[in-house]
């Protein structure tokens, strides 16, 4: 069932003033936005200890803001708009992250291609890329000491097609990560079956292109993680429902299929697509999101092979997981169900990695995004 607010409610909400107490972090939403339900970006406290999420607070008023990355420093915000300007492109912008949670907005650039819907940085927080999924390009920005965002240093096309004549007739950059060591970045493509490697130049922020690893034609690779020795990395298929595992060599950047299973459990009828790959920070757990199935998948990593074994699927108490989050401390599991209007709170078993609703659950208008904001 979709949640519904009136609009008095959400007045209500969006001008209340709701700090985040002492001991907890803070977690910003990204949405999709409709009058009288979203208007923009929304944040909330979390207390670590009981996985309770507190009130949940509009911080800045932005048209669909589907994603979202924060500075290693805490201080800064990034957030795509799926929007269109005249020339089609749509908008990424940059805030300042205020001690209320508010969001103080620095400036906006253009996303140097169509439908942007994924935005990373690298571990230095200097540059930031974005992937636009309807124009079928990635592009990159240098990130000034205010947060400001530099006018796009590249913009690359991908070309190309697959061999789904209904979604693959083009390319669709779904995603862009950064290497934990920042050297080189890697965008998967769901309309041509590819994950294209960029190397970094680490003075401009430019990205150039340096390989390509072809998945299965008919996947649709859509979102990518590495764990966090940056040894292994994992492209989980939108239209296939698969995981597929790489070796990946550090010094060249270079993947290697060593793996591919179902993000379903064992004897499922295939249903829905897939959403968002999450590595564990232990580097001992993967979890992946299913739409459809509305369930979260959990494998345990193998520690020196990188293979995945399969563990179990956990319904999210809601509908539709598009992107989900790993605390910081490991402890919880954050899932965000665009269609149920919710985002639920799941513990993580530091032995099994297996995960258990906490029975906590807040309401946010069309989330698709969670991020925490890093500890000091």
């Not at 965008?187 to 299965?216: H, K, N």
Request: aromatic share 8%; glycine share 12%; hydrophobic share 35%.
């Amino acid at each position: 069932m979709k949640f519904r607010f009136s609009l008095f409610s959400l007045l209500a909400l969006t001008l209340s003033h709701s700090p985040v107490p002492a001991g907890e972090s803070r977690v910003y939403f990204g949405t999709y936005t409709k009058a009288g339900e979203s208007q923009g970006i929304y944040h909330a406290g979390f207390d670590d200890a009981t996985g309770k999420l507190g009130g949940v607070v509009l911080a800045a008023e932005l048209k669909n803001p589907s994603f979202l990355a924060i500075a290693p420093s805490g201080k800064t915000l990034y957030a795509v708009s799926e929007v269109a300007d005249e020339n089609g492109e749509g908008q990424v912008s940059a805030f300042r992250i205020l001690e209320s949670g508010k969001l103080d907005l620095i400036n906006q650039v253009r996303s140097g291609g169509g439908g942007p819907c994924f935005v990373a940085l690298t571990p230095d927080g200097k540059t930031l890329a974005v992937a636009n999924y309807g124009g079928g390009s990635v592009a990159s920005y240098r990130i000034a000491d205010d947060g400001a965002l530099s006018a796009p240093v590249s913009v690359i096309q991908h070309t190309g097609s697959s061999v789904d004549p209904n979604r693959q007739k083009a390319p669709h950059a779904h995603s862009i990560n950064f290497s934990p060591d920042g050297r080189h970045a890697y965008a998967a493509d769901l309309g041509t079956d590819r994950v294209y490697r960029y190397a970094v130049d680490p003075a401009t922020g430019g990205l150039s292109a340096s390989g390509e690893t072809v998945i299965t034609p008919g996947s649709g690779p859509r979102h990518f993680a590495f764990r966090p020795d940056g040894a292994y990395a994992y492209v989980i298929n939108e239209m296939t429902l698969r995981m597929t595992a790489f070796r990946v060599d550090k010094a060249s950047g270079e993947l290697s299929e060593i793996q591919s299973l179902s993000t379903l459990p064992p004897g499922t009828e295939k249903i829905g697509s897939t959403a968002e790959v999450v590595a564990h920070p232990s580097g001992r757990f993967l979890y992946g999101s299913n739409r459809g199935h509305d369930s979260i998948v959990a494998y345990a990593i193998d520690g020196a092979g990188g293979q995945l074994r399969y563990l179990e699927n956990e319904p999210i108490r809601g509908k539709v997981p598009r992107n989900f989050v790993v605390s910081p401390s490991g402890k919880w599991l954050l899932a965000a169900g665009q269609q149920s209007g919710t985002v639920t709170v799941f513990a993580i078993d530091d032995a099994s990695g297996e995960l258990t609703y906490a029975d906590s659950e807040a309401k946010v208008w069309s989330p698709v995004c969670i991020r925490f904001v890093p500890a000091p």
